[in-house]
């Protein structure tokens, strides 16, 4: 019997996902577990994997597509069977084809091999192609016969990011035309170069639209909603990191291990969390939940958005520990790799773009949270010294927002005060 496969619901704010690409076609044999699909959620990019032996009999929507959350999308069932009659199958999205009985692998073709010299293609990878700006028949075939929208989206995939792909076509922008010296795919930024090229004196440029990824529109919803409901105040605070910076130095120097400047601030903040429990809590309706774990939410900008992958019971880990566990949720967070769970269950997010030389600015809470860190830039400061004479001091900025329902002005100010005198006693952070 036919079984529906469903846009499954990942998460509890999930509402919807986005096809990213098939990794299946009409007529493919399927076993349980096995990947059919990638979907992109408004945290990651995900394998969806068949709960069933079968056949790929039909596929109802298409890459590309926002789809609700258990809505249909494909049907898995036996060779030969036919898709049970239901408004998804009659739908205009509908792939359905009967499967072979025993499915051979067929030989992939240029799709300029169909007959007569006209390319064999659904509407859809027409469209595609052509806001691409690719010639159609210098696409491969998957099936050997008419090109699919996957297949565009496949030859699109070949030179360029799943973000950078997208920025490509709604510009109308051939990303062969992008793929950088070194071999590697054309990423975000090369597709930005080419649309900020000035056009010839005189004449117009014309606008570009270039529509929000899934997590940047999420995002988006989830800040709007937070900086509309929470009384939100910011505090700012400078600390000297000059010790803290000779300490990683001599850290890193060693051997040992390699650590960041952020690692030392993060582990500090969780010591200061510990120390001033109402700033790791969460509201709960008309309460305060004061939270026995501290979850430190790491803010990664990717190429997709902003995503904060959480750093669970970071007061409990050695330096060691924090830094490797740190580094690979942020490389996997870029590489849209992360599992649903390793966004939840945050306690406090810190946000840190002091490598871009910003001092003071005010993050948003991420909501249920009371608080959100922010950490500036590292300045050379003149100072004078015991022997009152002047000497560069390394100064560290700090941004501190939290809910004024959750803590009051000393509260806060405690908190920050505490994350200020670890960074200033870096021989506190290695105990």
């Not at 992109?40 to 990019?45: M, N």
């Not at 929507?61 to 049970?84: L, S, Y």
């Not at 750093?311 to 690979?328: G, M, N, T």
């Amino acid at each position: 019997m036919a079984t529906k496969v469903i846009m499954p619901k990942v998460g509890m704010a999930m509402e919807e996902g986005m096809l990213v690409s098939w990794l299946k076609k009409v007529g493919d044999p399927v076993k349980s577990g096995e990947a059919i699909a990638e979907i992109e959620t408004d945290k990651a990019i995900m394998e969806l994997e068949a709960e069933l032996d079968g056949v790929l009999i039909a596929i109802v929507r298409q890459v590309g597509e926002h789809i609700p959350v258990i809505e249909t999308i494909a049907w898995i069932g036996e060779a030969g069977e036919k898709v049970p009659v239901s408004p998804e199958a009659g739908s205009l999205h509908a792939q359905a084809a009967t499967a072979p009985v025993k499915p051979q692998p067929k030989p992939v073709l240029p799709a300029h091999t169909a007959q007569g010299g006209k390319v064999a293609a659904t509407p859809a990878a027409r469209r595609l192609a052509s806001e691409a700006g690719i010639e159609l028949g210098s696409i491969e075939s998957g099936s050997g016969a008419a090109l699919y929208a996957a297949d565009v989206q496949n030859h699109i995939r070949k030179d360029a990011t799943p973000l950078a792909s997208r920025m490509a076509a709604a510009a109308g922008i051939d990303p062969r035309s992008l793929v950088p010296e070194t071999g590697q795919r054309a990423r975000k930024s090369d597709v930005a170069s080419a649309m900020a090229f000035t056009a010839p004196s005189g004449t117009p440029r014309e606008d570009k639209r270039i529509p929000f990824t899934t997590i940047q529109r999420i995002t988006g919803q989830r800040l709007t909603r937070s900086h509309a409901e929470i009384p939100s105040v910011t505090i700012f605070i400078v600390a000297d990191a000059t010790e803290l910076v000779e300490a990683r130095e001599r850290i890193n120097a060693s051997g040992t291990m390699k650590v960041s400047l952020n690692d030392l601030i993060i582990r500090a903040c969780a010591k200061a969390l510990v120390a001033n429990p109402r700033a790791n809590a969460v509201v709960d309706g008309d309460g305060l939940v004061l939270k026995g774990s501290v979850n430190i939410g790491l803010a990664v900008a990717t190429e997709a958005g902003l995503q904060v992958p959480t750093l669970r019971d970071a007061d409990r880990l050695s330096l060691p520990e924090q830094a490797l566990r740190s580094k690979d949720l942020a490389d996997r967070a870029r590489a849209r790799r992360l599992r649903p769970e390793e966004f939840e269950a945050g306690t406090f997010t810190v946000s840190n773009i002091g490598m871009y030389g910003i001092t003071y600015f005010t993050p948003i809470i991420n909501q249920p949270q009371v608080g959100i860190l922010g950490v500036g830039a590292i300045e050379d400061r003149l100072a004078l010294g015991p022997d009152r004479l002047p000497l560069v001091r390394k100064m560290l900025h700090l941004s501190f927002t939290f809910d004024h329902r959750a803590m009051d002005g000393a509260e806060s100010s405690g908190f920050l005060v505490a994350v200020k005198t670890l960074v200033e006693s870096p021989f506190l952070l290695i105990m």
